[in-house]
């Protein structure tokens, strides 16, 4: 039913990239004897240790490898989508350290406008240092595998804790008016050093 047989699983597992070659063979190992339908045991298992979260799962389970994994960043789960594309939870694979990672929508790659709009996003917030504007840290493109000549362009931003404005007033209510104003005043601040 929903797991798929574990030669496939661990293929795509691989695949992904989110798992070192090491770190899977020493999961296998203390798991001898494993047969094709013991995906479930082998899935719980990894989520449990914490080596996969659900985000990572649910896409290895669909059978989606490719893009959970990009670049030096790991995605761990979705943030959000806009106009021009998607923002992830990522963490950078050697530092560890949580970021904001937004990908360009497939759709808008090769279509000049957006890609203009993209980059000239990049370059301006690598010069932009204000406590009221998130700060970017690193950028660039990988190759998608299944479509050669595509690239998936990305953008790697600082992550901030917390839900954004929207989801609070969506799940609260409206704001008491000092919280309100002190906000507004937050991100006019921003603007103006942009």
Not at 116 to 142: C, K, W, Y
Not at 164 to 178: A, F, K, Q, T
Request: proline share 5%; hydrophobic share 45%.
């Amino acid at each position: 039913g929903r797991f798929p047989p574990l030669n496939r699983f661990l293929q795509h597992l691989e695949e992904s990239q989110l798992v070192g070659s090491v770190q899977l063979r020493g999961l296998l190992s203390e798991r001898p004897g494993l047969q094709q339908d013991d995906t479930a045991l082998l899935a719980d298992a990894l989520l449990s240790q914490g080596v996969l979260t659900n985000y990572q799962m649910q896409w290895l389970l669909a059978g989606e490898p490719f893009g959970l994994v990009i670049g030096n960043y790991r995605v761990l789960d979705w943030l959000g989508s806009g106009g021009m594309g998607v923002v992830y939870k990522a963490e950078h694979i050697h530092l560890k350290r949580p970021v904001a990672l937004k990908v360009l929508a497939a759709e808008c790659d090769g279509n000049a406008v957006f890609m203009e709009r993209f980059t000239s996003e990049m370059q301006v917030l690598a010069t932009l240092r204000h406590p009221n504007i998130v700060e970017a840290f690193d950028a660039g493109e990988v190759a998608v595998p299944s479509e050669p000549g595509k690239l998936l362009r990305y953008l790697v931003m600082e992550y901030v804790q917390g839900v954004d404005l929207e989801r609070y007033v969506m799940d609260s209510g409206p704001l008491p008016i000092v919280a309100a104003c002190d906000y507004i005043r937050q991100a006019a601040q921003g603007l103006r050093h942009a």
